[in-house]
DNA sequence: ATAGATGCAAATGTTTTGCAGGAAA
DNA sequence: TTTCCTGCAAAACATTTGCATCTAT
């Protein structure tokens, strides 16, 4: 049950930083786990506001940092502006219909054995990228 | 004289377009045209200032959107937040140091085919993409 | 003369912060 | 009972818009 191990790991986390377990945190916590991922700060918002009426967007936000802190969800940042937040799981990129808005990953090792060809050509020492492919996918284009 | 060519196709496309060619619009594209690339809007408002004291960001801003609309810039979004614009030419990808901010373009067609590769596994046909490393340039790690 | 441009101030939209009151340890 | 949280309102920040005024044509 991957929901327990991330719930506890985030509880150790808690705990070894002297923060506190609140109602509001779990909540936080239940929503983003049940996401397919790559949810927007404002979609959480609306889906803990169902059970937790008066949570307020500050939580939700401090929430998701915290998240991260403890290495459990990703801050990914997309053209349109808005941060959505993913599972932390093995590296990846994206594909993104720019017309339903689906995200699909996808990981090529060729790709990133290229990028440090490249790098290494500028004396670049890579830390992280960005690779986006922006365009339509199966459904959103029936003439394919 | 590349800036005489861009400055007639600006005019050219302020005719086809019954717009008006102005002292701001001229003074932006001046400020745009000898900047290396890359340039902010508020780099871009600053240094138009300095010989045009009462421009606004409005106007900046607006003339921008009108380069673009023209074809002359492009803007891009990196991991900042902060919309820079470039001069439009052909297809590239960028390496941005974390340190100094430095920018560098690169053109891989390795990994655009690969691109095309993977969208088509995923019946995905690509309109655009970005593609960015991030990391420290030469100047920024000299323990290379 | 008149369509279009400008610049100010105010609005936008997302995310963050200050602060007084509330809850976990 | 103290430390940490919460939620509200307000701020931040880059960019955009409304509007009255000004200007290129």
Excluded at 8 to 17: A, N, V
Excluded at 64 to 69: A, N, V, Y
Excluded at 78 to 103: Q, S
Aim: aromatic letters at 8%; charged letters at 30%; glycine letters at 6%.
């Amino acid at each position: 049950m991957p929901h327990e191990v991330e719930q506890r790991s985030l509880s150790q986390y808690l705990e070894d930083h002297n923060l506190k377990q609140t109602r509001q945190r779990e909540a936080v916590l239940e929503v983003f786990l049940d996401a397919t991922g790559h949810i927007t700060g404002e979609e959480i918002y609306n889906r803990v506001r169902k059970q937790h009426e008066n949570i307020g967007y500050t939580t939700v936000y401090r929430t998701m940092k915290l998240l991260c802190e403890a290495g459990l969800a990703v801050e990914r940042h997309f053209d349109d502006g808005i941060t959505r937040y993913e599972i932390e799981h093995e590296h990846h990129d994206h594909l993104v219909c720019l017309r339903c808005g689906k995200i699909i990953e996808f990981e090529c090792s060729m790709i990133e054995s290229a990028q440090q060809d490249i790098a290494s050509r500028y004396g670049f020492r890579v830390l992280r990228h960005r690779h986006e492919l922006y365009g339509h996918c199966k459904d959103c284009e029936p003439e394919a």
